[in-house]
């Protein structure tokens, strides 16, 4: 499937009904950076996405014509070295079928449109250095900055 022979892609926020097509995407997700979480996560993930928390994560699907094909669940949280709230893109996938289609960009795009809408200019990301083709698109909708991650060693 193509979305060139379904019609254009739709982005909108996550919904109950959902459920079902929203854990496949993100199950995908988690099994391409060899992860995976237990049932409890997928519960309260999925509960906050639809909460309305602030504190909360919301999620921005999008959606052929034949069902999703991508998903982004992104935050607003507060910055020491600024007034106004930053915005995290935490999780974007695109399903492999519709790659190179302006999925993963459409997304981004609205993600960037909903922090503008809340007053949050700031967006960024992580994703690891083997994600290749990913990082083509990254490389031209943001700005790569020298930033190293480190994590706790519990």
Known sequence: MTLKDTGQVKIRPLREEDQAEWRRLWTAYLEFYESGVPETVYASTFARLLGDDAQDYSCLVAEGENGLVGLTHYL????AWKVENVCYLQDLYADP???????GRKLIEAVYA????????????????????????????????PFIRYDRVV
């Open 76 to 79: 607003f949280h507060r910055h």
């Open 97 to 103: 079928n519709v790659r190179g289609q302006g999925v």
């Open 114 to 145: 909903a922090a503008d809408d809340a007053g949050a200019p700031s967006v960024y990301w992580l994703t690891q250095e083997f994600n290749h083709t990913a990082r083509k698109l990254y490389d031209r909708i943001g700005t790569k900055t």
